[in-house]
């Protein structure tokens, strides 16, 4: 069975191949569901384990309808992977009816060349998941990481089962919310691979800091922030009319 663990960092990534992990999935940002790792630290992550990489190709949080200059990112992101020698990516996109966009994805599926595939948890949001499954199926996608649309992979074993049921070539990996005390279902229901964090949190400082720097309101998945041209052209006059 394969065990993917989802390292944030090259500390993260020792840990799980030294506790026996049979692969990594890379990325940063675990608290917004993950966003594509740096140059630095896939490098270092590639020069510093033995079991396979696949990089998390997601260009920032939010939704999995991408902009053309953001798809564009996703593509050159891809290319390093495949220059760096990585073993696989994870990513995915969606249309904005909360369909599977068959174009795109098969547009990265061609960049990622001999690379495996794994479809992300963004086939959580689709409204056709059997239909998609079989369709991802066909375009060559090795896995689709998936929750079974619910809030836990363990609530979603119903739907993950159905699906595991349907793969042929295409693995169905379930991930969100596995832990030491569950993680036996998964296997007892014959899942080929699983997906877990495993991660806990380690205190770095002694005080409390003196100004928080996290901002919840940039946390909205229906929404994106953007530099605004009139806001900064706005700014730019006061200053310069001063």
Known sequence: MILEVCANSL???????KAGATRIELCVELGVGGVTPSYGLIKAVLNAVN???????????????????????????????????CAG?????????????????????????????TFHRAFDWLKNPEEAFLTLQSMGVNYVLSSGQKASALLGIPLLSKLNKKGSTC??????????DNIINFKNEGFKALHMSGTIFCKTLDEDVPLPMISNSFLVENQIATSSVEVIKQVVALLNNS
Do not use: W
């Not at 996109?93 to 369909?99: D, G, H, I, Q, S």
């Open 11 to 17: 500390e993260s990534a020792i840990n799980a191949e």
């Open 51 to 85: 079991i396979p990489v696949h990089v998390l190709i997601r260009p920032r949080s939010g939704d999995f309808t991408y902009s053309d200059s953001e798809f564009e990112v996703m593509k050159q992101d891809i290319a390093l992977c495949v220059q760096l020698g």
């Open 89 to 117: 990516i994870v990513t995915g996109v969606l249309l904005k009816n909360f369909l599977l966009d068959e174009e795109r994805t098969q547009i990265l599926i061609n960049e990622a060349k001999t690379l495996q595939f």
């Open 171 to 180: 693995v169905i990996m379930p991930g969100g919310g596995l832990r030491v």
